[in-house]
């Protein structure tokens, strides 16, 4: 699951005000790494693509802040999935379509961390879905709290890792997620809580 890949994510000012800035720049370099190794094995890959339902949003498709990001685009017959909010499952058919191809165990990355990939991984896990997260193929932006605080990007990108691995997830870097392209990865410790 290939999640808003999308130019409009690097409109950081939208995301995260003046200061606007993102973590993790090889995250495209990775999500096409993953992509690489997935598609060589012949292994199913879904994207999603988020048209916004918000007047501002650069993540409208009809806008070209809405296109995927040069290089990550999806190949023909790989199943975009078009949402307006936050899950991947909500208002798409999504969950039928994995179900009638017998999927059961589900890799996310993309964008953001803590909004759309956080969101749709936790739904996943919710569905019963075996899921997995990798997380240095993921990146977020600034937030701005509610006292004005400015919390910095990889703070924001950790925390959402922190509250999804063992949980909802068991998250994983690229170089496993490519290893388990091609293999069972026994040394990764698999623990999803669901409590």
């Known amino acids: 699951m290939v999640v808003d890949v999308q130019e409009g994510v690097n409109v950081l000012q939208h995301w995260g005000g003046p200061t606007g800035r993102r973590n993790n720049l090889a995250a495209e370099q990775n999500i096409?790494?993953?992509l690489d190794a997935w598609r060589r094995q012949g292994l199913p890959v879904y994207f999603t693509a988020h048209d916004s339902l918000e007047e501002a949003s650069p993540l409208k498709l009809r806008l070209e802040t809405g296109r995927f990001i040069k290089g990550l685009e999806p190949r023909p017959g790989?199943?975009?999935i078009e949402k307006s909010a936050n899950s991947a499952f909500v208002g798409t058919g999504l969950e039928v379509a994995l179900r009638r191809r017998r999927i059961h165990r589900l890799l996310f990355m993309g964008f953001f961390t803590n909004f759309c990939v956080e969101t749709s991984v936790r739904m996943?896990?919710?569905m019963g879905f075996d899921t997995y997260l990798a997380h240095d193929a993921c990146a977020t932006c600034n937030r701005v709290g509610l006292n004005g605080e400015d919390y910095d990007p990889?703070?924001?990108h950790a925390l959402s890792i922190a509250s999804l691995h063992r949980e909802f997830c068991t998250a994983?870097?690229?170089a496993d997620a490519i290893a388990l392209s091609r293999a069972d990865t026994p040394h990764l410790e698999?623990?999803?809580?669901?409590e």
């Not at 698999?190 to 669901?194: D, E, F, L, M, Y």
Request: hydrophobic share 40%.
């Open 172 to 174: 994983i870097s690229t």
């Open 190 to 194: 698999r623990i999803q809580g669901n």
């Open 78 to 80: 790989e199943p975009v």
């Open 154 to 156: 990889d703070l924001v």
């Open 32 to 34: 096409g790494a993953v």
């Open 124 to 126: 996943a896990n919710n």
